[in-house]
Every structure is written in C-alpha cells, then in structure tokens.
C-alpha cells in the first residue's frame, strides 16, 4: 500500500522511537493507516490496493503529524494497545503494555510453576491490568488479584475487566507495593519499576511519556525490587513462587542480590529479563 509506505517514510524521516508495539517505521504506519480506517491489524495485504477516499487520506496524515509532534507513543493516540493477540484499553494514566511475562504465560514457559494447585494469584504492578487478563484467561481455575499503587492505572485496569468480561474474576486493590495485600499467594507476577537513573535520562520521548511512577527504579533501578523481595516471602504460600521481570537489568540485579538463587527464563528478549524466585530461595538469602 503506497499510503503505509508514504507514512512510513514521514516517521522515519522524523526519527521517532518505537517500542511501543511495533518495532519500526513500517510495522507502525501500517498500524496507524489500518487503524484509522477502522481494518483489522492484519488486513494489509487484502486491502493493499482499495482506493483510500480523501478525507481518509487527510485524517490518517494528522494522526502521523500528531505521532510526530507530540511524540507519544500511537497506543496513546490510538488509545489501545496489543499483547499476545488481545487488544487492551490504554492512556496516558498507565504505562504502555510490553511486558515479557505476557509470553510466558502464552507459550507454557510456566507450566513447571503453575498446576493444579496453583489456586491464588496477583498480578503486582499491574498497570492496565493486561498480565492479569492474560493470566485469568489462561488459568480459569486461578483466582487472580491485580494491584497497583496508582489509582489512576487501577482506572484503566478496570476497563480491560469491562472489555473482556473479567470484571467478576479479577479484583482490583490499591496497594503500596504489597503494603496493602494480606492474602498469601500461589503464584506473583510483578513487571515493576526497574529502569536504572542513568537510563530514564537517555529514555526517547516516546517513553518519557508513559508514567514515571511506572518506569523509574532508582539509581541502579532495584529500589523497590528491594523492598518487595525483602517482604514477598511473607505473601508467598509455602510452594510460592514470583515471576519478576527486570528488563535489561539482571546485572545490577545480580549485584544487588548476589546470593540469591533465581531461574532465569527465555523470552523473545532472551535470558535475561525475566526470572522465576521461590519462596525457599528467598528465605535462604541473607
């Protein structure tokens, strides 16, 4: 389609950032133009040649003038996002969801930690509350919580709960990081702030967009993933384990607990973002 190759053409030429979804020039004019015209993601290749009218032509060029000078991320200006094949509700209330957890989910890396008696489970950190869906969908017989510490984010989770009719599956909690949960757990996911000081300061605009509050971990970005697994035993059942992701982190994580015995996972990303703790491992580290 010359319309996704003419777009493509004015976001490169601007140099904006991807990440956000797409992961280059193309893949995010095609989702753009495809967007605005009301298709499916995945109708490029049937409708390359329909006739695209002119007020069409005009709107879809705004958006992209608009992606450029605002520098948002087109989930934002499109207010929604894609994981693993769902479609999630999102704004600039809640970060932008991308976590490599929701693969794990999707492609049974879990299933030596989830079974049958995985009963309870929280999403920490949840954001929109797209890993929380994804684990509700993917483990019916899971009772899930999903907490945050933002009320605002919590707002958005709700809608994906509305949207894919897990209103009634999932419960929503305001929380400190685990300050306010009591309950004791199977299973954690936590995708929690971990972008390291120096890094937040190189972030594009695109990323300098999306919550602070849901991006910045401290000078070596382990700040609060100190103080969750300092407590997390005491929310973990006794077969209990976390799932954490800490993106391109794992060598200040290291650092920070060197003793600490973790399952590193494999994700589009490689071994290095995501990781599996068990509550034994976290009461034997000093």
């Given amino acids: 389609m010359g319309l996704v190759q003419a777009m493509s053409e004015r976001l490169e030429k601007a140099g904006v950032s991807f990440g956000h979804g797409t992961t280059c020039a193309w893949d995010e004019a095609a989702w753009l133009v495809l967007w605005q015209l009301a298709l499916p993601l995945d109708a490029l290749e049937e409708v390359a040649d329909d006739p695209v009218a002119p007020l069409q032509q005009l709107a879809i060029d705004n958006l992209v003038t608009q992606r450029i000078t605002t520098r948002k991320p087109l989930a934002y200006l499109t207010q ?16 932008v969801p991308r976590s490599f957890i929701a693969e794990l989910l999707s492609d049974g890396s879990l ?12 999403d920490l950190c949840t954001g929109n509350g797209s890993l929380a869906i994804l684990l509700a969908l993917t483990y019916p017989h899971v009772q ?3 907490s945050d510490i933002s009320a605002d984010a919590l707002a958005v989770a709700a809608v994906n709960l509305e949207r894919h009719h897990l ?16 309950a004791r757990y199977d299973l954690i996911l936590c995708n929690p702030p971990y972008v390291n000081t120096l890094s937040m300061t190189l972030l594009p605009p695109e990323y300098q967009a999306e919550p602070r509050l849901a991006l910045a971990g401290g ?3 382990m ?14 059942n006794e077969r209990g384990v ?15 607990f060197p003793r600490l015995e973790a ?4 994700t589009s990303a490689g071994p290095d973002t995501a990781l599996v703790l068990t509550r034994e491992a976290l009461l034997a580290t000093p």
């Fill in 80 to 95: 929604e996002a894609w994981l693993q094949g769902l479609s999630f509700y999102v704004d600039e209330r809640a970060i």
């Fill in 111 to 122: 299933e030596g930690w989830v079974d049958s008696d995985t009963h309870r489970a929280l």
């Fill in 144 to 146: 899930v919580d999903a």
């Fill in 167 to 182: 209103s009634q599956n999932v419960r929503l909690i305001q929380s400190d990081g685990l300050t306010a949960l009591t």
């Fill in 219 to 221: 000078i070596d970005g």
């Fill in 223 to 236: 700040d609060l993933i100190r103080v969750l697994l300092r407590d997390m035993p005491s929310r973990l």
């Fill in 242 to 256: 976390l799932v954490l992701e800490v993106g391109n982190e794992r060598e200040h994580f290291e650092r920070a």
């Fill in 263 to 266: 399952v590193w996972l494999e």
